[in-house]
């Protein structure tokens, strides 16, 4: 036998560590703010035990679980009860995806072919009657503005005018952008670009890159996000084996997404590649933590800032990171927000039917930031930034970018010569 | 009726033992038209019925060693199948052989299966282990038979509803305390209200002992004498469904060789030893059962070494002395029927037993037969034929989306319709982690003869599932007491409820059940003050 | 990454043990392997409610001297204790928790199933008695929430029935509440909580209890359904109800345990505190008698460093100790566990009776250093419930021992 007797409880998903303590009812958005929602607990490992017992005891409702794992985080068991309801869904869900759902989790197809048209797409998707076709035939809430769409890629921006310079630095990374940065906010890339270099190390782009898929997977439609996972899982194999590039991100969703869902969700071995690929914050802090990089400050920068930890921020248990990077900033009064789910969870709140759930969820942050009342919100999630932005007219920024905004570049590049 | 009413009439037949031979026989007699009266001194299935594998023998088992046991099994097993269709799950089972087993075996347990007319499909180990990813991916054989899983408490009660629809009257918590013999011929019985403490008589033409191991005792107030052999059988149950087929040994029969898919859970089992005789009504497991159960119980399916177990608990098998053995030590095999008319000259007193809980109904059909050749009824056995109360046919089956309705429908078959759940009160549930809701608790109350939190467990399957009672028993009791009236009553099944739990946990306290026990006795002692209720009471007392 | 204190367990000893050292200016992180057992707390803190033999307290810090040598006050020292039993009060009242008690005698918290149990400290808006089978009111008015099953309101009736009072229940039906209904399974107090943050959902329920209440009634008692974050929503219905109005706790999760919680959290983290949350520290890294680093499962290499390290990750239930079919062990840096090898002698038949494996836990010197290997760790500290040498269900003193003894390390740290 592999296993000595009753040394331990082995169960996918830690599912027999349940104690039903239903400490994780207490910390789910969802419940709180809806009666269709069973809560995680009923969803997660009570409905497990039947569903293995006979698949048809699979309730429908699972649909409304916003897969941000605060149940996970609360879990005092270690129970991984969002990856339980995901699995569920995964395996039972009824009926595929509608075409607004396959629209709205096609991100790089969808982004690609808005890139070509991007005065156009921005200036029709913002129009009245059509947000209203969109409302009512497609079930994606009038409310919602799609993010803009940049008229040039971040890849072709930086084909153009980055990668000729990289192989000049001694150290080397590679950079999942994600399709936030290259489609909508390329910004946020170049930032990364500007801040790393400056470090010392060269920035290059994966061999191939996909959609991480995380839209995929909440939309149901996993052969596809199995597919690009796969890729992606190649891409970064080959960055850290063959060209010794450690990855790095600007996303927590997409680095999530890579790190967790893909093994604990779509049941693909990440071993190869999960402990080289980080957020970039986390990357930044443990070169400063080992002395192996230095920053210099502008001395004129002076912000008030709240930092807002996303649920997938929370779940990695990396907030520590972009916080304490965030507060070498001389000029920079941070707030730290409690934590708490802002209500998009993706493409979820785009949907017509969760429109109303999403904004009750976001409420208490909402709240939150005008008592704070920052210049600018702070935080690692591109869909969190899209919610408050929407929701309580701040800027969002991510905090590369405001690590490129405070650094005097110059000098540190002097420094990490 | 109240108890009076029922105390007061005359029967044809008084039926002795809530298990499920009892609830068949009962259920068999009113279907031929008898007037009749089932008594159980505790709660229906408290005995062996209750504390098995819950599992629906193909006979494949018994099938090298005991031809006519088998033979009875696979047509019980195909019975069974249709009329009590919301008891049973069809699974199948596996003969498995292990390299340390005789893989020579096979081949006479596959003659011998076909001999008696059970489907025996030998299987490429292969194709074994993708029809069951638990099995141990060691074996280098297996056999497929048509096993299945049972819920005997599930089975005894629909034949108790049964025999309640055919006029047949029930009491549990009454005891027979004593038989009403007149001239070598047996004319009722006196009964113990547990409830209230007193005694009754009641009549009848026939009295039908079918107290399983308790029957040696009950003979004894007759003056007849029975001999029993206790075998005491120790099971464990985990925490959820390991296996989705039986899965059997291919061997001997032997300790902790099967394990059953059991509604929820998996349960592995069981042991086998003699035990006194008074020491039956107090089964607990010990240390080494446990240790036999789980070294035996990896061997069928690795995954064990490493599940959760919820509890342990064990039964007797009530083994009759052979009477044509003059030395009591010969075991009668299958079952045995009694008419102490011919055997001891005591009329009016027949004795159903040894059998198993799968071949209750022909058990109950062989004494209803005879009950009616001394009565002079002609009628028919229909019991073969007609569907228990739950697992008739459907015109439309229910589709809801509810989990709680769902899990409702899944316990009570067709019988679920009776459940009330129109408001959101009556669906909240009171049992998450076994979806019931406090409708289904309220039609369980009403008919089906609960009286305190253990009754309730076995109707429903509150309080079975992995935090054995979290909420779910002070949610229970709570609505019982508002339903009774009664709250210190109420407290006191919470106490006793709780203690059971333990009692079946006890063996088993290491890991996720140590800390599930730590978690409880720190909300119910903790937070809640339990014990200091219960003591408050005891103080008045 | 570098703290001067890093703790291993993020509940009530670990935050106490937090906010301390925090105050004193120190760098200080706490790794909470998810939300603590102080939610199965219904707002009372106890120090000493019975002796090993079930002798009844009343007066704790003069019973306390009785107690024997391996109970962690005995080994705090009697004398120390008013002294640490007055800074853990002042401490609650500081992060904004006022609380009723007096230290020299117990008063009586009431429970959900309507039991009076001795208590040290009780959050202001609870039920407190001054004797355990005395009510100070003779007509009490008990209200719950219509189809809310997580308060047994006829217990709690009946419980205060025993104590002579006359005691009117009646169900409140009232939105938002009522609406919580349409869930089969969410209906917890937690959930009603987040219904009752809004002026106007307090005022409703407010005026829902004002119509039940009759001129006799001298008490609104109700479930603990209110106040998750703060007291807001409590004052709010106290200064709206025409009568005097109490909470009673509810079954877990508790309302008043997690708002302790978050409470102590929030004041810990204001202070600057690290609170890592969802975290689990795995292993540590040891130089002769000293630990040098702890790693925890999601900073992967990043090793958390500090000067002292605190364990505080609680009992079996809060795997700060850990069981198997073949040891009791600690299973972040396998310390000394006081627990026989023999499993049988675990548990007792009898649900109700004294179980020996409350009273594991980890082994600790005179100072609280844990031992390893029979030896104390220069700089490791074990506190809080993974303290064994007492049964804090039976001895009522599992949140009183929690307290002092991180009251008592965090000040010896502090010393040093």
């Known amino acids: 036998m592999a296993e000595r007797t009753q040394l331990t409880s082995i169960s996918e998903d830690n599912f027999e560590q349940c104690l039903k303590c239903s400490i994780c009812t207490v910390y789910c958005p969802v419940s709180a703010v809806t009666t269709a929602y069973p809560g995680p607990k009923q969803a997660g490992p009570d409905g497990e035990r039947y569903r293995l017992k006979d698949p048809h005891y699979y309730d429908e409702a699972l649909k409304l679980c916003l897969n941000c794992k605060r149940c996970e985080v609360a879990c005092p068991s270690g129970v991984r009860v969002g990856d339980i309801i995901q699995k569920a869904r995964m395996k039972h869900q009824g009926h595929g995806p509608k075409l607004r759902d396959m629209m709205l989790a096609s991100t790089d197809l969808v982004g690609s072919m808005a890139t070509l048209v991007a005065p156009i797409a921005n200036f029709t998707v913002g129009l009245k009657p059509v947000k209203a076709v969109m409302h009512s035939v497609l079930g994606i809430d009038k409310h919602r503005t799609f993010p803009a769409y940049a008229s040039t890629k971040f890849e072709t921006w930086f084909r153009r005018h980055a990668q000729q310079e990289q192989g000049r630095f001694m150290r080397h990374v590679s950079y999942f952008h994600g399709c936030y940065v290259n489609y909508n906010y390329p910004q946020l890339g170049k930032d990364l670009v500007a801040v790393m270099n400056a470090l010392g190390y060269g920035v290059h782009l994966l061999d191939k890159e996909k959609c991480c898929g995380v839209a995929l997977i909440a939309n149901g439609m996993y052969g596809q996000a199995r597919r690009q996972a796969q890729t992606n899982i190649e891409s970064m194999s080959t960055s850290v084996t063959r060209d010794r590039r450690p990855v790095i991100t600007t996303s927590s969703t997409c680095t999530f997404t890579m790190r967790d869902e893909y093994e604990h969700v779509l049941g693909l071995d990440t071993a190869g590649v999960r402990d080289s690929l980080s957020l970039a914050t986390r990357y930044i802090f443990n070169l400063i933590d080992e002395g192996k990089v230095r920053l210099a400050f502008r001395s004129d920068y002076k912000r008030h800032m709240a930092y807002h930890t996303a649920c997938h921020m929370q779940r990695m248990g990396w907030a520590i990171y972009s916080i304490e990077l965030l507060r070498l900033i001389p000029g920079l009064q941070l707030d730290v927000l409690e934590s708490q789910c802002c209500g ?3 493409t979820y709140g785009f949907k017509r039917e969760n429109y109303e759930t999403s904004q009750a969820i976001g409420s208490g942050l909402f709240a939150a930031v005008e008592q704070a009342d920052p210049e600018v919100v702070v935080t690692d999630c591109e869909t969190c930034k899209w919610q408050i932005e929407m929701s309580t007219g701040k800027r969002v920024m991510n905090p590369i970018s405001v690590l490129a905004e405070a650094l005097d570049l110059e000098a540190t590049a002097a420094l990490n010569k | 009726m109240v108890n009076e009413e029922i105390y007061n009439q005359r029967y044809d037949v008084i039926v002795i033992g809530g298990g499920a031979t009892g609830a068949g026989t009962a259920r068999d007699c009113a279907m031929r038209g008898l007037k009749v009266l089932l008594v159980e001194r505790e709660d229906f299935t408290n005995g062996a019925t209750g504390r098995n594998h819950g599992l629906l023998h193909s006979g494949a088992r018994y099938a090298v060693t005991d031809g006519e046991s088998a033979a009875e099994c696979i047509s019980e097993n195909m019975i069974l199948r249709k009329i009590a269709r919301h ?6 089972g596996l003969f498995i052989t292990l390299p340390e087993d005789d893989l020579g075996y096979q081949s006479t347990f596959v003659e011998a299966c076909g001999r008696a007319g059970i489907r025996a499909e030998v299987l490429d180990p292969e194709e074994a282990r993708r029809l069951e990813p638990s099995v141990n991916p060691e074996i280098i054989g297996a056999v497929r038979v048509p096993d299945a899983s049972v819920d005997p408490f599930r089975l005894t009660v629909a034949n108790v509803i049964d025999a309640k629809l055919h006029g047949a009257q029930a009491l549990t918590y009454h005891e027979v305390v004593g038989l009403v013999v007149n001239q070598n011929r047996v004319e009722g019985v006196k009964l113990l209200d547990h409830g209230t403490g007193r005694t009754i008589e009641v009549h009848a033409e026939v009295v039908v002992n079918a107290a399983g191991i308790w029957g040696q005792r ?8 029975i001999n029993m052999f206790p075998a005491k059988g120790a099971l464990l149950i985990f925490g959820h469904r390991v296996n989705k087929m039986v899965i059997n040994r291919c061997r001997k029969p032997a300790n902790a060789d099967i394990l059953v898919p059991d509604d929820t859970v998996c349960v592995i089992g069981t042991t086998s030893d003699r035990v006194p005789i008074d020491t039956v009504d107090d089964m607990r497991v010990t240390d080494e059962e446990v240790e036999v159960l789980l070294r035996e119980g990896e061997k069928l399916a690795p995954a064990l070494a490493t599940t959760r177990i919820l509890r342990a608990y064990a039964g007797v098998r009530p083994l009759v002395a052979a009477d044509d053995d003059p030395t009591g030590r010969s075991i009668s095999r299958g079952i045995v029927c009694l008419d102490h008319e011919k055997r ?32 002079g009824v002609t009628a028919e056995c229909r019991t073969a034929i007609t569907p228990l109360p739950g697992s008739e046919p459907e015109a439309a089956a229910e589709t809801t989306p509810r989990f709680g309705r769902k899990a409702a429908v899944g316990r009570h078959g067709t019988m679920a319709h009776q459940i009330m759940a129109d408001t959101m009160a009556d669906r909240a549930l009171v049992c998450e982690c076994e979806g019931v809701s406090v409708a289904e608790i309220k039609y369980a109350i009403e008919h089906q003869h609960v009286n305190s939190l253990l009754n309730l467990r076995r109707r429903t399957r509150v309080g079975m599932g992995t935090c054995q009672g979290k909420l779910c028993a002070c949610r229970a009791a709570s609505l019982m007491g508002r339903l009774s009236g009664n709250v210190p009553q109420a407290e006191a099944h919470l106490g006793e409820f709780l203690d059971e739990r333990w009692k079946g946990v006890k063996p088993i306290a290491w890991g996720n059940t140590l800390r599930e026990a730590q978690l409880t006795a720190t909300i119910y002692q903790g ?4 014990d200091k209720a219960l003591a408050r009471k005891e103080d008045k007392q | 990454m570098r703290f001067h204190t890093v703790i291993v367990g993020g509940g009530l000893s670990g935050l106490v043990a937090g906010v301390t050292l925090a105050r004193t200016g120190k760098r200080v992180a706490i790794v909470s392997s998810g939300q603590s057992s102080l939610h199965f707390n219904g707002g009372s803190l106890e120090l000493l409610g019975a002796l090993p033999d079930g002798t009844a307290v009343q007066r704790p810090l003069e019973a306390a001297a009785s107690l024997p040598e391996e109970h962690p006050y005995a080994k705090i020292g009697v004398s120390r204790l008013p002294q640490l039993a007055a800074d853990a009060a002042k401490l609650l009242a500081t992060v904004g928790m006022p609380m009723q008690g007096d230290v020299s005698v117990n008063h009586y918290r009431l429970t959900p199933m309507g039991v009076a149990k001795p208590a040290w400290l009780t959050m202001g808006d609870y039920v407190t008695l001054e004797r355990p089978d005395v009510l100070p009111w003779n007509n009490v008015l008990l209200v719950n929430v219509a189809g809310f099953m997580d308060f047994p309101v006829n217990f709690v009736a009946h419980g205060l029935r025993e104590m002579g009072a006359t ?6 039906d009232v939105e938002p509440l009522a609406a919580r209904r349409a869930s089969a399974t969410e209906m917890r107090a937690a959930n009603l909580a987040k219904s009752l943050v809004s002026g106007s959902a307090v005022s409703r329920l407010a005026s829902a209890i004002n119509e039940v209440a009759g001129d006799n009634d001298e008490v609104v008692l109700m479930p603990a359904v209110l106040g998750l974050d703060d007291d807001h929503a409590v004052t709010m219905l106290r200064a709206q109800v025409s009568k005097p109005l109490h909470m009673v706790a509810t079954l877990p999760p508790a309302v008043p345990g997690a708002r302790l919680h978050t409470t102590l959290r929030h004041y810990f983290q204001m202070l600057g505190g690290t609170y890592l949350m969802g975290d689990t520290v795995q292993r540590g890294t040891f130089e002769g008698n000293r630990l040098t680093g702890v790693h925890t499962a999601k900073l992967a290499d990043t090793v958390l460093q500090a000067d002292n390290y605190v364990m505080a990750g609680g009992s079996f239930l809060s795997r700060g100790l850990m069981a198997n079919y073949e040891r009791v062990y600690e299973p972040v840096l396998d310390l000394d566990v006081t627990a ?8 007792r038949y009898g649900v109700f009776n004294q179980q020996p494996y409350m009273s594991f836990g980890v082994s600790v010197d005179r100072q609280f250093h844990a031992l390893k290997g029979g030896e104390p760790l220069d700089n490791v500290y074990a506190v809080g419930s993974i303290l064994g040498g007492h049964d804090p269900v039976k001895m009522g003193d599992g949140t009183g021992v929690a307290m002092l003894t991180a009251l008592a390390v965090a000040q010896q740290i502090i010393d040093n």
Do not use: N, S
Request: proline letters at 1%; one cysteine or more; aromatic letters at 4%.
């Open chain 2, 218 to 225: 009950l003979a004894k107030l007759a003056g007849v004498t």
């Open chain 2, 87 to 92: 008891c049973v799950e069809e699974t199948d």
């Open chain 2, 527 to 530: 937070l809640c003050g339990l």
């Open chain 2, 344 to 375: 001891d000259g005591l009329a009016g007193f027949v004795t159903i037993t040894g059998g198993k809980m799968m071949t209750y109904r022909l058990m109950a059909e062989e004494v209803t037969d005879l009950v009616c050749a001394k009565l």
């Open chain 3, 340 to 347: 026989p090898t023999d499993r049988a002698q675990w548990t």
């Open chain 1, 344 to 346: 998009i969870a993706g």
């Open chain 3, 167 to 172: 005691v009117r229940v009646e169900e409140l």
